[in-house]
């Protein structure tokens, strides 16, 4: 027993040390922009690491990420029963994005980052229990101010809730090492719909947002394997930037650090 402690031990400090060092530097190959910025946390060992601190500490609107915390709120409201049973009923209107344009389940909504489905969700889980979670998590400002199903959607104002990229790879944190009071129902279907990549030996899980005009780009989630997790928040800015590209510069940072590797 004690030599099987002490391999696991080993092997953590091995990839707190070598794995966390190519992540540093994988991280300054992918984050160049003046206002760009990555954070990504050992799960294991709490260390933190952060590319151009002075703007992963600045706060934004956290666009389509929010949905990872709005599933999970609607989970433990009652309003979500699972990842498969029909979630959003599409109400006729036409919107730009034809993917919406459809009834969905829940892991379809998540998805296709389905606007229409989630402002209905956060109506139906309303003001006072959005508020209650918001507080108990911690969430950026907690300002739902701007609307119950507007509120984390930044407008021509700017106005919205906020939360900065450190803010939220530390919530990420928190919510893996099952530190926030939210159960395991709720965990096990977040699960299912954010996993984003199978890898051959690790999987990443996460979701994309982006911001208005297509000029910032969202990328918050985790990635595992049988030795490993991080917890990560990635925000860039530019012309025609979404959180698909957010999401890229993620991936190329885990794929040279060697703890992911793609599916063939």
């Known amino acids: 027993m004690k030599i099987k402690t002490i391999t696991i031990i080993a092997s953590i400090l091995f990839f707190s040390c ?101 402002q209905n969700l956060a109506r139906h889980i309303g003001k006072d229990n959005m508020n209650m979670w918001l507080n108990r998590i911690n969430y950026g400002n907690n300002d739902t101010s701007m609307g119950i199903d507007v509120f984390w959607l930044e407008d021509e104002n700017g106005r919205s809730i906020m939360i900065s990229p450190l803010e939220q790879a530390r919530l990420m944190e928190k919510l893996v090492n099952k530190k926030l009071p939210f159960g395991e129902k709720s965990m096990k279907i ?33 990635i595992e394997g049988n030795d490993f997790s991080y917890s990560f928040a990635c925000r860039i800015y530019g012309e025609n930037i979404s959180g698909k590209d957010a999401q890229a510069k993620v991936e190329a940072v885990f794929s040279s650090a060697g703890l992911f590797q793609p599916l063939r």
């Open 18 to 118: 070598s794995g966390g060092n190519k992540l540093k530097e994988n991280m300054s190959v992918q984050i160049k922009g003046e206002k760009d910025s990555m954070v990504i946390i050992n799960n294991n060992t709490s260390e933190e690491m952060i590319v151009n601190e002075e703007y992963a500490n600045k706060a934004s609107s956290p666009q389509s990420t929010f949905k990872i915390w709005n599933t999970l709120i609607g989970i433990e409201c009652g309003e979500i029963v699972s990842s498969t049973d029909l979630f959003y009923k599409w109400d006729s209107v036409e919107r730009y994005r034809p993917e919406w344009n459809r009834n969905m389940n829940l892991n379809e909504a998540f998805k296709t980052s389905c606007v229409p489905a989630y």
């Open 190 to 222: 977040l699960k299912e719909v954010m996993l984003s990549k199978q890898g051959k030996a690790s999987a990443i899980y996460g979701k994309t947002g982006t911001g208005r005009d297509n000029t910032m780009g969202w990328y918050v989630g985790y």
